[in-house]
């Protein structure tokens, strides 16, 4: 999927397991399979997994990231209402893999399918959920780094180029009329808590109910809508409805909750049109919704 991608063997995660974690060293240890694009996934056993990173970076700069993680994916599971996994430790580089790597609680569930329509149950567990984020203390803290969540005109450069390389993949001219009135929504609510990546491959789900949330460890704050962004990766036309009155999103918060859905999938279309299918298609649908919703 990406230029500088480690390739991570399960033989090596194996031996990295047993050295410096004995007490595993008989435990299964098996790949799962999974359509993320950040981290390799192992399941220790029956009640831990193990994350590598997947693109290179310093050790310093990846150790950085999964202490930071770690204690976002700690503060996470203690706020939210729905199960979510807990770390564990950072274990360190060695022969076959060259990053510090994360332990974290093995939470069983099955993810959300790509084409995952919610209900109006699911909606409001969904709605139940960012609710008791948002009202988790910011610390004082603000939106920092250069991600979603922030500004959305900091985004120009980032769309830009999805523009050109989406020629032939979309209707461009279109896009960017709407990226012209996503840009210029003003913002007016403070920084709350926020998940930032509330999608199909970060939920889990049974019999139409939201039953845990993986990938915790970007929990810190930012705008509002960006959590509300979960309406369009998860929500049909019916089900959004409730999830919005139930959020108490305004005509602003809904657009700004376009405009990150916009920013994110734009992105994933193009991106991974020949290396993730499920990323590409995820990323057509949820912009086929944005459209059909918004009059420009």
Same mark, same amino acid.
């Given at each position: 999927m990406h230029d500088d991608e480690i390739d991570v063997r399960e033989d090596v995660v194996r031996a990295l397991i047993a050295d410096q974690f004995p007490d595993w060293a008989g435990a299964p240890v098996?790949? #799962?399979a999974s359509d993320g694009t950040v981290?390799? #996934?192992?399941?220790?056993? @029956?009640?831990?997994?193990?994350?590598?990173?997947?693109?290179?970076? *310093?050790?310093?700069?990846?150790? *950085?990231v999964l202490e930071r993680e770690?204690?976002?994916?700690?503060?996470?599971?203690?706020h939210s209402p729905v199960p979510a996994p807990r770390p564990i430790a950072i274990?360190?580089?060695?022969?076959?893999?060259?990053?510090?790597?994360?332990? =974290?609680?093995?939470l069983p569930?099955? #993810?959300?399918? #790509?084409?995952?329509?919610?209900?109006?149950?699911?909606?409001?567990?969904?709605a139940g959920l960012i609710s008791a984020l948002r009202a988790t203390d910011t610390q004082g803290r603000i939106f920092q780094g250069d991600n979603r969540g922030g500004d959305i005109r900091d985004h120009d450069e980032w769309v830009e180029e999805c523009f050109e390389k989406s020629v032939d993949l979309l209707d461009v001219p279109y896009l960017r009329r709407l990226w012209d009135h996503f840009r210029d929504l003003p913002r007016t609510s403070v920084d709350v808590m926020s998940h930032g990546d509330l999608q199909?491959?970060?939920?889990?789900v049974a019999d139409g109910r939201l039953t845990?949330?993986?990938? *915790?460890?970007s929990f810190a704050p930012a705008d509002p809508a960006l959590d509300a962004m979960a309406g369009w990766y998860l929500l049909d036309d019916d089900s959004r409805a409730v999830f919005r009155e139930e959020?108490?999103? @305004?005509?602003?918060?809904?657009?700004?909750?376009?405009?990150?859905?916009?920013? =994110?999938?734009?992105?994933a279309i193009w991106y991974y049109v020949d290396s993730n299918p499920v990323m590409h298609r995820m990323g057509r649908l949820v912009l086929d919704r944005i459209t059909a919703n918004t009059k420009i």
């Open positions: 098996r790949r #799962i981290n390799a #996934i192992f399941r220790i056993g @029956d009640e831990a997994a193990a994350r590598f990173l997947l693109r290179g970076r *310093t050790v310093d700069a990846a150790r *950085t770690a204690d976002a994916s700690r503060r996470f599971a203690e274990g360190e580089p060695g022969e076959g893999y060259p990053l510090p790597w994360a332990v =974290q609680t093995w569930g099955t #993810i959300a399918p #790509i084409e995952f329509e919610g209900s109006a149950a699911f909606a409001h567990d969904l199909p491959l970060n939920v889990l845990g949330v993986l990938d *915790t460890g959020l108490n999103c @305004d005509d602003l918060e809904w657009e700004r909750s376009k405009a990150w859905s916009f920013e =994110q999938c734009l992105g």
